[in-house]
């Protein structure tokens, strides 16, 4: 190998989570991939020791000092660059995408192909994060155990995220006193998001999905209020939508959609134009889902 060598990964954020709560007092999650990413090239100079970040991100700095302690190799540095990125503390997995895609990265550079239980392994040492370095949608032990199960392909799904400004750190969220009481109050209604969740997924059925994401929604209502959720409900059944989908320790709500049925660019044109008139939202976008999974450039590979 030689003393310069790079590569290159991105990975994708969520839309919140299609359910969140708890089971048997182990908090756990299904996670919502969309098509938005964290994409990251790491430079490795094998002579080097230390590390140059893009300003504020000393996440990335430690999971980079995990994975040089995990490798062995004392003498290792370089450079992180981020070639997209998303949206901080809105509950669009921001952290895990940006970690697991510095992790890859630095791994493809190595040589060393970027297994996605490696990359969790790493990345849930920082922090409680969602599973989105897994292809398809999967659910996982978030905070304790870590144990993960692939559950499915992804449905299709188009998204329509609102967001009235602010922001929530996860290590913050998942610290809180009251989250584990808020979940074993709730847990007989996760039960049901999560069968309806298992249900959709095994179907390929939006609509049960959507039921799943809305129950869990509100539930986090209790310990995350959004006071426009039964408005914002309101109007998303209303314009044919079938249900809601929310980040559980993040800002953002979202109208769950049938992709099919708002393929067409001037519809999906009003359908933002109503949602920004009626709900005045700091930021508002629109997603689709999106398969999982780490994804490498050819070159890279």
């Not at 980079?64 to 990125?85: A, H, R, Y």
């Not at 940006?98 to 890859?104: E, F, G, I, K």
């Not at 847990?187 to 129950?215: H, P």
Request: net charge negative; hydrophobic share 40%.
């Amino acid at each position: 190998m030689t003393d310069f060598t790079s590569g290159m990964a991105r990975c994708p954020g969520t839309c919140g989570e299609w359910v969140q709560g708890a089971r048997e007092g182990i908090p756990f999650l299904i996670d919502c991939p969309i098509d938005r990413f964290s994409e990251a090239r790491v430079t490795l100079n094998m002579l080097a020791t230390g590390w140059d970040l893009p300003f504020g991100k000393t996440k990335a700095l430690q999971v980079l000092e995990l994975l040089k302690e995990d490798l062995g190799i004392p003498s290792l540095g370089g450079k992180v660059e981020f070639t997209q990125q998303l949206p901080e503390g809105k509950g669009m997995a921001s952290s895990t995408a940006d970690l697991t895609a510095v992790v890859a990265a630095a791994l493809i550079a190595l040589g060393e192909e970027p297994i996605p239980e490696r990359l969790a392994h790493f990345v849930l040492q920082i922090e409680p994060s969602d599973s989105v370095m897994f292809p398809g949608i999967t659910e996982i032990e978030h905070v304790h155990r870590h144990n993960h199960r692939v559950l499915g392909p992804v449905v299709p799904a188009l998204f329509l995220a609102l967001d009235w400004g602010g922001a929530i750190d996860t290590r913050v969220f998942n610290a809180r006193p009251g989250l584990a009481e808020h979940y074993r109050r709730n847990e007989v209604e996760i039960a049901k998001a999560y069968s309806f969740a298992r249900e959709g997924i095994e179907q390929t059925d939006l609509e049960k999905l959507a039921v799943a994401g809305t129950i869990s929604a509100r539930c986090n209502l209790e310990i995350n209020m959004k006071s426009q959720f039964e408005p914002f409900l309101t109007w998303v059944l209303h314009k044919g939508g079938l249900g809601v989908v929310t980040a559980h320790s993040g800002t953002l709500i979202a109208g769950v959609f049938p992709r099919a049925d708002f393929s067409n660019s001037e519809i999906l044109k009003n359908l933002q134009l109503d949602a920004d008139q009626r709900f005045n939202p700091a930021y508002l976008d629109l997603f689709h889902s999106h398969s999982g999974g780490i994804l490498v450039p050819k070159q890279e590979i």
